[in-house]
């Protein structure tokens, strides 16, 4: 995979969603255990979308209000861990907690 770009602003990733053709947003918690499983079953994937350009890391502990931004923008409702595929400005997909499956992320 590859790596993590981390944003840690609310304009900083509205311009990755806005110039992005796909991208991925994982929010995190590095407290929390499943979070921590979430992560690492991204990133040990032996197989994920080529057509995602950016892989997006909010720490929703230090980013609680580009977090909630996020929510508010996407309209869906905040979870810790959650990934969201963004594709042309829309968010196409969202999953969280042990429903996060690189297998299951779809890009059309």
Known sequence: MKSWDKINNQEGLLEKIENDEVLAV???SPRC???MAAK???EDADKLP???SSWIIVDVLEERPTSQWLAEYTHVEHESPQLLIFKNKKCIY???H???KPDLIPVS
């Open 26 to 28: 994982f929010k995190h």
């Open 33 to 35: 255990s499943i979070s």
């Open 40 to 42: 690492h079953r991204i």
């Open 50 to 52: 080529s057509e995602i």
């Open 94 to 96: 969202h999953a969280s």
């Open 98 to 100: 042990l429903d996060i």
